[in-house]
């Protein structure tokens, strides 16, 4: 069995029963797995060298689309939310990426910068539709049919999100090794060479960056019931540089490290805000820092995760 399986399956053991025995942190591991699908989708495309910073894009799809689902009373399940995020996302996606796969590096970067900041300002303008700056709130829907208290709602979407990322993770995954995975790796080594074979660089990143933002939008989707409220922020510059910071500090060349950097940056974020509220963004970036001083790689390439990994 591949390393990063072991790896995978154990960091997943030991988060499902860390809420059992410390129930406080159900909604910041919640929240940070969630963080990390969108992370994932950043990982997808780094496979082909390229970056995006417009991924917010499809964070705030996703958010969005649960919030106007809920606010029109379609009773709609928490289960049934989270994918129809993740497809509103894609199809966007795959309109989207017609343009936006044509170009490559700094240009990719920044046209999927410039679509999110114009759907940014849209949300902020649309008052009427989207409530503006306000945002709007998400009233907590049923969880597989059931309607649940705030308690052992946020304890089941806990495991809801965890059942969701092993699955994700292991589509990814499987996506990478496949042919069709493998040609991000020429996208982004060899293109022209990869023509000559008969591949389309623009529709193997196409499918990719499709991918990229379904993950995207189905962490937007749990992040809006977990919360309960959505914002034009989701959309913003900030969020996006967030994913692709937290995809270099958990490392960029593997599906763990997604989920790895998310839950680090995730628990320093809440436990600096907690006890020094003034200074918490310098504790946060000091710690930053010093991780990425010993881990230049990302966390996934310590040496004694490394170890742990070939043994």
Same mark, same amino acid.
């Given at each position: 069995?591949?390393?990063?399986?072991?790896?995978?399956?154990?960091?997943?053991?030991?988060?499902?029963?860390?809420?059992?025995? #410390?129930?406080?942190?159900?909604?910041?591991?919640?929240?940070?797995?969630?963080?990390?699908?969108?992370?994932?989708?950043?990982?997808?495309?780094?496979?082909?060298?390229?970056?995006?910073?417009? %991924?917010?894009?499809?964070?705030?799809?996703?958010?969005?689309?649960?919030?106007?689902?809920?606010?029109?009373?379609?009773?709609?399940?928490?289960?049934?939310?989270?994918?129809?995020?993740?497809? #509103? @996302?894609?199809?966007?996606?795959?309109?989207?990426?017609? =343009?936006?796969?044509?170009?490559?590096?700094?240009?990719?970067?920044?046209?999927?910068?410039?679509?999110?900041?114009?759907?940014?300002?849209?949300?902020?303008?649309?008052?009427?539709?989207?409530?503006?700056?306000?945002?709007?709130?998400?009233?907590?829907?049923?969880?597989?049919?059931?309607?649940?208290?705030?308690?052992?709602?946020?304890?089941?979407?806990?495991?809801? !999100?965890?059942? !969701?990322?092993?699955? @994700?993770? =292991?589509?990814?995954? +499987?996506?990478?090794?496949?042919?069709?995975?493998? @040609?991000?790796?020429?996208?982004?080594?060899?293109? !022209? +060479?990869?023509?000559?074979?008969?591949?389309?660089?623009?529709?193997?990143? %196409?499918?990719?960056?499709?991918?990229?933002?379904?993950?995207?939008?189905?962490?937007?989707?749990?992040?809006?019931?977990?919360?309960?409220?959505?914002?034009?922020?989701? @959309?913003?510059?900030?969020?996006?540089?967030? =994913? #692709? =910071?937290?995809?270099?500090?958990?490392?960029?060349?593997?599906?763990?490290?997604?989920?790895?950097?998310?839950? #680090?940056?995730?628990?320093?974020?809440? %436990?600096?805000?907690?006890?020094?509220?003034?200074?918490?963004?310098?504790?946060?970036?000091?710690?930053?820092?010093?991780?990425?001083?010993?881990?230049?790689?990302?966390? !996934?390439?310590? +040496?004694?995760? +490394?170890?742990?990994?070939?043994?």
């Amino acid at each position: 069995m591949r390393p990063e399986i072991l790896l995978g399956g154990a960091a997943a053991f030991v988060l499902a029963i860390v809420p059992a025995l #410390v129930p406080w942190t159900a909604v910041m591991l919640t929240i940070a797995l969630a963080i990390g699908l969108s992370v994932l989708g950043i990982v997808v495309l780094l496979r082909a060298g390229q970056v995006s910073f417009g %991924h917010g894009l499809y964070y705030a799809t996703g958010a969005y689309t649960v919030a106007f689902l809920v606010s029109a009373r379609l009773s709609l399940d928490a289960l049934i939310l989270i994918p129809l995020g993740g497809l #509103v @996302a894609t199809l966007i996606a795959l309109a989207f990426g017609v =343009f936006a796969v044509r170009y490559r590096d700094i240009f990719f970067a920044m046209i999927n910068l410039a679509i999110s900041m114009v759907a940014f300002a849209l949300l902020e303008k649309l008052y009427h539709i989207t409530g503006g700056g306000d945002g709007m709130n998400v009233a907590r829907p049923t969880l597989g049919g059931v309607r649940l208290g705030r308690a052992a709602f946020e304890g089941w979407m806990f495991y809801t !999100t965890l059942a !969701t990322v092993a699955i @994700a993770s =292991f589509l990814v995954g +499987r996506y990478l090794d496949s042919p069709l995975g493998r @040609a991000l790796e020429a996208v982004k080594s060899n293109e !022209t +060479r990869l023509e000559y074979l008969g591949v389309s660089g623009n529709r193997v990143l %196409h499918v990719g960056y499709a991918i990229s933002a379904a993950l995207a939008g189905i962490s937007g989707a749990i992040i809006a019931i977990v919360n309960g409220h959505v914002a034009p922020e989701f @959309a913003y510059w900030v969020r996006s540089g967030e =994913f #692709v =910071f937290i995809a270099i500090l958990g490392g960029a060349g593997n599906v763990v490290g997604a989920f790895a950097g998310s839950i #680090v940056f995730e628990v320093i974020r809440n %436990h600096a805000a907690a006890f020094a509220a003034d200074y918490w963004q310098t504790i946060l970036g000091l710690s930053l820092i010093v991780i990425i001083m010993f881990a230049p790689d990302g966390l !996934t390439q310590l +040496r004694f995760i +490394r170890r742990k990994a070939q043994s």
